[in-house]
């Protein structure tokens, strides 16, 4: 139980242009989802937190009008890069909490985005 | 504030050796969450062990064990008669009981295993 899928799994785009990414838990309903930003052999950063039905809460320096949080129901949100560059070549890695649960996160298998 | 440190930024040891990978962390709650997360080359986060700051008890499971201390602020994961199979980056996180949402991940430790 507790799987979380993303799609794609990889992902090339022209600089410019936008790309969505989709986080889905497949057996169980979120009420919350995370979304993870991971450089090349780095740590993971929180980009953002969203609830279903609300706004994503942004963390400190992102922006939240380039990369867009939609979760639009239970098991379902997407994160789309807007007018992309270069350096927003990254691993995009989400996250879901099970509905009614306090700690645990499942994470998905995350997307490799590359940005030429 | 809170921080997690992984000291440790690569490891590299002959399989059947057992490794132990620190991580110290700091934290103003007296209640938090620690977690160890295994990331293997695939790239996917592997929850290993989520522990709260009230129990100190040392965990074993299978070759995997965990040491936490919290007199030193740590939680140190030892893996016994390691396998090729356990090559991966390794983390250590921390929540705390005011946020539980926010995951806050050290900056890792790669582990090789060499056969």
């Known amino acids: 139980g507790a799987v979380v899928s993303q799609h794609p799994s990889r992902v090339i785009c022209k600089s410019g242009t936008s790309v969505k990414i989709e986080c889905r838990s497949l057996d169980f309903q979120a009420t919350t989802m995370f979304w993870y930003r991971q450089f090349p052999k780095q740590s993971l950063m929180l980009m953002a937190t969203s609830n279903e039905g609300s706004k994503a809460t942004y963390e400190q320096g992102v922006e939240k009008d380039k990369f867009l949080i939609n979760h639009a129901s239970l098991t379902l949100s997407t994160l789309t890069v807007t007018s992309a560059h270069p350096e927003d070549s990254s691993f995009y890695i989400c996250?879901?909490?099970?509905?009614?649960?306090?700690?645990?996160?499942?994470f998905g298998p995350g997307t490799r985005l590359t940005v030429t | 504030a809170q921080k997690v440190t992984q000291a440790q930024t690569e490891i590299s040891v002959v399989e059947k050796e057992d490794v132990t990978l620190d991580c110290v962390y700091e934290?103003?709650?007296?209640?938090?969450?620690l977690f160890w997360y295994k990331q293997p080359p695939s790239g996917e986060l592997v929850f290993l062990i989520r522990r709260n700051s009230f129990d100190e008890q040392n965990e074993i499971s299978g070759r995997y064990s965990w040491n936490f201390q919290k007199s030193t602020s740590s939680f140190n994961f030892t893996i016994t008669a390691s396998q090729v199979v356990d090559s991966a980056v390794y983390f250590c996180?921390?929540?705390?009981?005011?946020?539980?949402?926010?995951?806050?991940f050290g900056t890792g430790t790669r582990l090789q295993v060499f056969p």
């Open positions: 934290t103003r709650d007296t209640t938090y969450y």
């Open positions: 996250s879901a909490r099970p509905a009614g649960d306090s700690y645990e996160q499942y």
């Open positions: 996180a921390l929540s705390e009981a005011r946020n539980t949402d926010k995951l806050i």
